[in-house]
């Protein structure tokens, strides 16, 4: 845990170096003049590109600078700016605050944060209907944002894993002390018959500290529990058993390693990181001097990575070389093909635009970026209707974008396609391990042999449930019985009349005629009165103990399932900013998330516990 605490708070610096830049600059320009914006952006100036250069040149206002901004940025493909975005939130300025909020969404719709805060800037302002769109949209737009979609089903996973572990053994462990008591009487039996209830308590106490002992921890004993349950349940506790185990094992591994592989992969390919940081803006001296030196090694996505950094630093001959030789490589890389296009396109080679554009879009399909710049090519050569069957098909595909750029009112407009997302995730998806959080868990539950291996967990749990099959029938088995509590054993009493009902308790009610009057009578109120006091004392106790009403209603099932929500309520509480920090993404969009699905399960168990006691109070 503390490695993913430690590589997120590293991740996190590197996405607002660019924003402490942004914010410096921004406070060194408001409320100067419109400066130009003519100036050719070079290697020499200072600036990492043309979206830096803009926003950081002194001389515009806070709006001027936000409008160039977003043109250029959708020029190049870069229509989400984290960085920029990040430091216009965080900008302590009750003056131009709310005007900051609205250009960090404009620069960065994608971006969950940013919704977040305008919304709580409309609510302030008492617009709580804004508020509450712009809260929407921070939830909605979660999955279109990488680092935030990451942290969230990561975190979800690892809730999940919580889930399935915490609750199973939880099942586990109170079915088998159900048994226990008969256990300890069948087991004492084995050694005396006039063995004392503490010694034969302490007999079977002895046995389940034979797992720690030898150092499995936990699931050892959770193990020996198992196989008591198994042996002391009917049909449907076994069933459920046995699912309990299979849960507690796809808690432990898949859940556990799958949530530990996302929370870790934001940082787990330094490659892919670096990349990443650079579309976005963010990139450091270090990811640049990584990417550089890992070019000309044959890596799809360095070499796309620094076309595109050319491409945005205004070198468009080097961008145009780059992209050539990535077409060359792939030639149905649509990607390269539109931006070769565009740059021939802003050359005044609208016949080359035209045939890079009509490449791209025989390889692999339409897209938005690409019908709209074909579009606007097929205008400057007057094919009209060609032109406006090129812009219906991207109006088509995204109606909004195509919206934004029309909104532009530029016949040289543009618009480079977004950097692929895709392989960067699957990058970091494939280079983290999960490994390390699940032996994290495990070194606390189960330190010996039962944790070091996947398959050592299932042999194990299964050879627990083998081992309570095989005591299940070898002999008789002492039970309780349910009119009056008492323990019923055939050894003990001679006689068994069935293993839900005593002797006593059967003569009571199947033989009336056997007994007195006035005693039978007397026998039946006590009995009434148990049940009365156990009734509301099990009505307390169904409430603050989940899972007791379906024991109590002889459900496993719903005990079962009833503690799996609790436990999912729990930890909803308890981690309900995330179960790590929020890498500058999410926001309130995140917390809303996490309420949503704490609420909706708190629901459920609700539903299920109503269904126990109903099963309880049935006849």
Not at 38 to 49: F, L, M, N, V
Not at 152 to 174: H, K
Not at 587 to 612: E, K, Q
């Amino acid at each position: 845990m503390r490695l993913v605490l430690g590589r997120l708070v590293g991740l996190t610096l590197g996405l607002v170096f660019f924003g402490a830049g942004v914010a410096a600059g921004d406070a060194a320009s408001l409320g100067a003049g419109v400066g130009s914006e003519s100036e050719a952006p070079t290697r020499d100036a200072g600036y990492r590109s043309e979206l830096e250069r803009i926003w950081l040149t002194p001389g515009a206002s806070l709006d001027v600078r936000g409008q160039r901004i977003r043109r250029r940025a959708l020029a190049l493909g870069a229509a989400n700016l984290d960085s920029p975005a990040r430091a216009l939130i965080g900008e302590d300025d009750d003056k131009n605050g709310f005007a900051r909020r609205q250009l960090a969404v404009l620069l960065a719709p994608d971006l969950p944060l940013a919704h977040g805060a305008l919304g709580a800037a409309y609510w302030r302002q008492g617009e709580y209907a804004r508020a509450l769109a712009e809260y929407s949209q921070s939830f909605l737009s979660i999955p279109r944002h990488l680092e935030a979609s990451v942290w969230l089903v990561g975190s979800l996973l690892m809730i999940l894993a919580g889930v399935l572990i915490s609750g199973s053994l939880a099942f586990i462990f109170v079915e088998g002390f159900s048994g226990f008591s008969r256990a300890a009487h069948d087991l004492g039996d084995l050694i005396s018959d006039r063995m004392p209830t503490f010694a034969r308590a302490a007999l079977v106490f002895s046995v389940l500290a034979i797992p720690l002992l030898l150092g499995e921890g936990v699931l050892g004993v959770a193990a020996i529990f198992l196989a008591i349950a198994v042996a002391y349940g009917r049909a449907l506790d076994r069933g459920v058993l046995i699912l309990a185990a299979l849960t507690l094992w796809v808690g432990v591994y898949p859940c556990l390693e799958g949530s530990g592989r996302l929370l870790m992969a934001l940082n787990a390919d330094p490659l892919a990181s670096a990349s990443l940081a650079l579309i976005r803006g963010s990139e450091t001296p270090q990811q640049l001097a990584l990417l550089l030196e890992a070019e000309g090694r044959g890596d799809p996505l360095v070499d796309r990575t620094l076309a595109v950094r050319a491409r945005r630093m205004g070198a468009n001959q080097e961008a145009a070389e780059r992209f050539q030789r990535l077409v060359e490589t792939d030639s149905s890389d649509q990607f390269a093909l539109t931006i070769l296009g565009n740059i021939a396109f802003e050359a005044g080679d609208t016949a080359g635009a035209i045939a890079f554009y009509e490449a791209g879009r025989q390889v692999q399909g339409e897209s938005a970026e690409l019908m709209f710049d074909l579009s606007q090519a097929y205008a400057k050569v007057f094919r009209m209707e060609d032109g406006e069957f090129a812009m219906a098909r991207a109006q088509q595909v995204n109606g909004t974008a195509v919206a934004e750029f029309l909104g532009l009112d530029d016949s040289n407009f543009v618009a480079d396609p977004a950097f692929p997302i895709a392989p960067i995730r699957r990058r970091m998806v494939a280079a983290a391990s999960g490994r390390p959080m699940a032996e994290a868990v495990l070194a606390l539950i189960a330190p010996g042999w039962l944790g070091e291996q996947p398959r050592f967990l299932a042999g194990g749990l299964a050879l627990a449930i083998l081992l309570g099959f095989l005591l299940q029938g070898r002999f008789e088995h002492a039970s309780q019985c349910l009119r009056c509590g008492r323990r019923i054993c055939v050894r003990c009493d001679g006689e068994m009349w069935s293993s839900d009902l005593c002797g006593a308790c059967h003569h009571l009610f199947h033989r009336p005629e056997d007994t007195d009057h006035l005693l039978r009578e007397a026998r039946i109120e006590q009995l009434q009165a148990r049940e009365e006091r156990l009734e509301k004392m099990g009505v307390i106790a169904s409430v603050l103990l989940p899972g007791f009403a379906g024991m109590r209603a002889r459900r496993p099932d719903l005990a079962f399932a009833s503690l799996l929500l609790f436990v999912g309520v729990l930890l909803f509480v308890i981690w309900r900013g995330g179960v790590v920090p929020d890498p500058l993404a999410v926001g309130v969009g995140g917390t809303f998330a996490l309420g949503v699905a704490a609420f909706l399960v708190s629901i459920v168990y609700l539903g299920v516990l109503f269904t126990s006691l109903i099963s309880w109070r049935r006849p």
